[in-house]
T-cell receptor, first 113, second 115 residues
Framework: SQTIHQWPATLVQPVGSPLSLECTVE??????LYWYRQAAGRGLQLLFYSVGIGQISSEVPQNLSASRPQDRQFILSSKKLLLSDSGFYLC????????????FGSGTQLSVL | AQKITQTQPGMFVQEKEAVTLDCTYD???????LFWYKQPSSGEMIFLIY??????QNATEGRYSLNFQKARKSANLVISASQLGDSAMYFCAMREVERDDKIIFGKGTRLHILP
C-alpha cells in the first residue's frame, strides 16, 4: 500500500536560518507531488507542485524553493527563513488517474522565532 | 484566475441536523474536479468526497453528498444527520486538469456540532 512520510513533525528555527523539509512517498510511482502551507486557523496555500523529476511549478513568489531529485522525493527549502514562514507545512501526493484523491502527510509545524 | 470561495468562516449546528457547507469555484476550464476534505484538530487531512466536472450524478459517500451545480459553479457539501465527531475544519478544493493537476483549496469552514 502507498504511504507518505514527512519529517520532522515540529521544527523551531531562528530567523535567517536555512530550512529543509523532506517528503517521500512509497508504494507508487510517478506521483504528482504538492507542498502546501497553512497559517494558524487558515486555509491551505499551494506553494509548489510537481509532475515529474526536476519539474517544479511555483505558485507564490517567496523565499522558499522546492526540488524533486527523485521520483518519490519532494524537498522544500529556504536559504534564510522569515518570521512569515511560520506555519503548518503539508506534503501531498496524487496518482495520475482523474478521480484519485490527494493523500497528505502528517505535516510539519514550523515556528520561526 | 482559478479560485475557490468558501463564504462561511464558521458554523454552529445542532447534533443530528443536516449541514450544508458552501463552496463556489471559478474556472474557465472544461475539465476539472472538486474535492472536500475534513481537518480535525489533530491536523490530519481526511478525504471525504470527489466530483468530476463531467459526472452527471452528484457524488455521495455515506453521510456526505456533494450538491454539484455546474452552471452556478457551486459544489456544496451536505452532511446528513450530523454527529459530534463532525466538528472540524472543512476544505473545498479544485483540481485543474488542464494545468498539470494543480489543486487549490478554499479558506475553509470551521464546523461546530452542538450536543
Amino acid at each position: 500500500s502507498q504511504t507518505i512520510h514527512q519529517w520532522p513533525a515540529t521544527l523551531v528555527q531562528p530567523v535567517g536560518s536555512p530550512l529543509s523539509l523532506e517528503c517521500t512517498v512509497e508504494g507508487t510511482s510517478n506521483p504528482n507531488l504538492y507542498w502546501y502551507r497553512q497559517a494558524a486557523g487558515r486555509g491551505l496555500q499551494l506553494l509548489f507542485y510537481s509532475v515529474g523529476i526536476g519539474q517544479i511549478s511555483s505558485e507564490v513568489p517567496q523565499n522558499l524553493s522546492a526540488s524533486r531529485p527523485q521520483d518519490r522525493q519532494f524537498i522544500l527549502s529556504s536559504k534564510k527563513l522569515l518570521l512569515s514562514d511560520s506555519g503548518f507545512y503539508l506534503c501531498a501526493w496524487k496518482g495520475r488517474r482523474e478521480d484519485e484523491k490527494l493523500f497528505f502527510g502528517s505535516g510539519t509545524q514550523l515556528s520561526v522565532l | 484566475a482559478q479560485k475557490i470561495t468558501q463564504t462561511q468562516p464558521g458554523m454552529f449546528v445542532q447534533e443530528k441536523e443536516a449541514v450544508t457547507l458552501d463552496c463556489t469555484y471559478d474556472t474557465s476550464d472544461q475539465s476539472y474536479g472538486l474535492f472536500w476534505y475534513k481537518q480535525p484538530s489533530s491536523g490530519e487531512m481526511i478525504f471525504l468526497i470527489y466530483q468530476g466536472s463531467y459526472d452527471e450524478q452528484n457524488a455521495t459517500e455515506g453521510r456526505y453528498s456533494l450538491n454539484f451545480q455546474k452552471a452556478r459553479k457551486s459544489a456544496n457539501l451536505v452532511i446528513s444527520a450530523s454527529q459530534l465527531g463532525d466538528s472540524a475544519m472543512y476544505f473545498c478544493a479544485m483540481r485543474e486538469v488542464e494545468r498539470d493537476d494543480k489543486i487549490i483549496f478554499g479558506k475553509g469552514t470551521r464546523l461546530h456540532i452542538l450536543p
